[in-house]
């Protein structure tokens, strides 16, 4: 569709991992998320049309859903 590839950034920095349940096998997780890209003009001409259009949202991924199932696991299909 578009030749240019956009280059992002991302760091994740663990903080702290505690309240750790093995029996459920649940934790918690504090977190630093950082994320930077440089975009030119250039770059952003493609997308200006779906932008005026109201029309932004692209598919990267295959459509699924996550349903719960008891105990509160989940599942994907």
């Keep these: 569709m ?3 590839t956009l280059v992002v950034y991302v760091v994740l920095y ?3 991992i505690n309240t ?3 029996k459920d096998m ?3 997780l504090d977190f630093y998320l950082r ?7 250039h770059f952003c001409r493609p997308y200006l049309k779906k932008l005026n259009e109201g029309n932004i949202f692209l598919n990267t991924t295959e459509n ?5 199932k008891d105990r509160g696991k989940y599942w994907r299909k």
């Design 64 to 68: 699924c859903y996550d349903k719960r």
């Design 14 to 16: 663990a903080d702290d």
């Design 35 to 41: 994320h930077e890209w440089n975009v030119s003009k």
């Design 2 to 4: 578009y030749s240019q």
């Design 20 to 22: 750790i349940d093995d």
């Design 26 to 28: 649940d934790f918690r």
